[in-house]
């Protein structure tokens, strides 16, 4: 049992990081659409670790960066240079894993003939070029507004 409530908390953890930082939404999206786009690619088991791997990496430097923030803004009451500077030394750990996983994608995804035939797919298929067009807006206002704050204008709007 106490194993179970440990997954509970460490997915109450993640889903407090979606629902209150915007660049764990950038990064859900993004591992979202990579992983959708992979399947127009030749890759291997190893690639799709290499992947996995990166994107895991992005994200638990984020949720590190979110734990590092909540217990400095919890510990100081006023503006406190050392906080700024574990805060700074923290995002700069989210950018390093993010630039890295950058380097991994163009490894991976680095085939112009895929590109090739992503476009010709999309251009052949005008109503899964809308489906990717809405998909996208959705992913904005997912990224801007977060889960709680569509949840929030839905409420809102039924209440009018």
């Avoid at 100081?76 to 574990?86: E, H, K, L, W």
């Avoid at 090739?116 to 507004?145: C, D, E, G, H, N």
Wanted: a positive charge.
């Amino acid at each position: 049992m106490r194993l179970f409530k440990s997954f509970k908390y460490a997915f109450r953890g993640i889903v407090y990081c979606v629902n209150n930082e915007r660049n764990m939404r950038i990064h859900t999206v993004a591992a979202l659409y990579v992983f959708v786009f992979s399947l127009f690619f030749e890759m291997s088991r190893t690639s799709y670790a290499a992947i996995f791997l990166a994107v895991a990496m992005v994200m638990a430097a984020e949720l590190f960066n979110t734990v590092a923030e909540e217990l400095c803004d919890m510990s100081a009451a006023s503006f406190n240079p050392v906080v700024r500077i574990v805060k700074d030394m923290a995002a700069g750990a989210v950018l390093v894993c993010a630039v890295f996983a950058v380097a991994v994608g163009i490894c991976v995804f680095w085939q112009p003939a895929a590109f090739l035939q992503i476009f010709q797919f999309f251009t052949s298929k005008p109503l899964m070029l809308l489906a990717l067009a809405v998909s996208l807006v959705i992913s904005i206002v997912f990224i801007i507004s977060g889960p709680t704050g569509i949840r929030d204008r839905i409420r809102r709007k039924r209440e009018e």
